[in-house]
Structures are given as structure tokens and as C-alpha cells.
């Protein structure tokens, strides 16, 4: 499992002119399933995202949660990230899990946040999405299994 983890200021997904998901402050993360994924896997990640010391503290240091900020996520399915790019000019998505598996996990994933504690919004798998975001810092990292 791959997450690329955003602080934002604010964030929206739009699905056809629709805006299916919004939060004020908290992360945007970007979500890939690869075909060896387990729900351990989606655990871990999760419990390690819910966690991450990525907001300031008092003397400006990145030494909060998002669970200690108040924060919510804004959490959308992204296959590219299994995209290798190594050969030629189209990216291969081989690594990616078929929507039939990766679908089961990345619902997980949100629902393991929210039993965490967390405010999650999400976008609509396997659709067309907008996202809009403040990048806060910036900030963005990558998490993975």
C-alpha cells in the first residue's frame, strides 16, 4: 500500500460537477493498492498516517497529529500511484490491484481512520475526480506498507 499524505489548509473532490468531499484543515492522501496488499498492510498504514507528527506545536515545530489537531482527511483511491515509469513513455499499471481487490482495502483504510477517531471524506472510486487542495507548508510525504 502506497499513500502520498498532503497537509492541507482546505480540500475539496468534485465528480462531475459534484463535490462529493471536502475538509477544512487536515491531509489529503492519495491512496494506491497493489495486488500483495493485505489488511495488515491497510492497518498499518493507516494507524502510521493517523499519527504522523506533521502539524506545529506551539514553538512551530512538526510535532502534532492530526488526531491531536482537530484535523480531517480527505482520503481519494489512486491506482497511478503503482504507475512504473521506467520503460517507454506510457506507464505500466501491472503493480496496481484490479478494482475488485483494491476496492475491499481502500474502504477499509477509511473506515479504520474513522475508527481511529478521524473525520474522513473521501472521493468515488474508480470515477473521474477533481482535487483541489492548499498544500499547507508544503507538506507531503509517502507512506507505504
Known amino acids: 500500500m502506497r499513500v502520498v499524505v498532503q497537509r492541507s489548509k482546505e480540500a475539496s473532490v468534485t465528480v462531475a ?3 462529493v468531499g471536502q475538509i477544512d484543515h487536515g491531509l489529503v492522501l492519495l491512496v494506491g493498492v497493489t495486488h500483495t496488499d493485505t489488511e495488515a498492510d491497510v492497518d498499518f498504514v493507516a494507524e502510521k498516517v493517523a499519527h504522523l507528527r506533521i502539524f506545529e506545536d506551539e514553538e512551530g515545530k512538526m510535532n502534532r497529529s492530526v488526531l491531536e489537531t482537530g484535523g480531517q482527511i ?3 483511491s489512486q491506482f497511478t500511484l503503482y504507475g512504473d515509469c521506467r520503460k517507454g513513455r506510457r506507464p505500466n499499471f501491472m503493480a496496481a490491484a ?3 481487490q483494491a476496492e475491499p ?4 483504510f477509511n473506515q479504520r481512520l474513522r475508527e481511529i ?3 474522513v471524506e473521501t472521493g468515488r472510486f474508480g470515477e473521474m475526480m ?3 487542495l492548499l498544500n499547507h507548508g508544503p507538506v507531503t510525504l509517502i507512506v507505504e506498507s
Open 117 to 119: 477517531g478521524l473525520h
Open 17 to 19: 460537477g459534484e463535490v
Open 130 to 132: 477533481e482535487v483541489r
Open 98 to 100: 484490479r478494482p475488485d
Open 105 to 108: 482495502l481502500y474502504d477499509r
Open 74 to 76: 480527505l482520503s481519494i
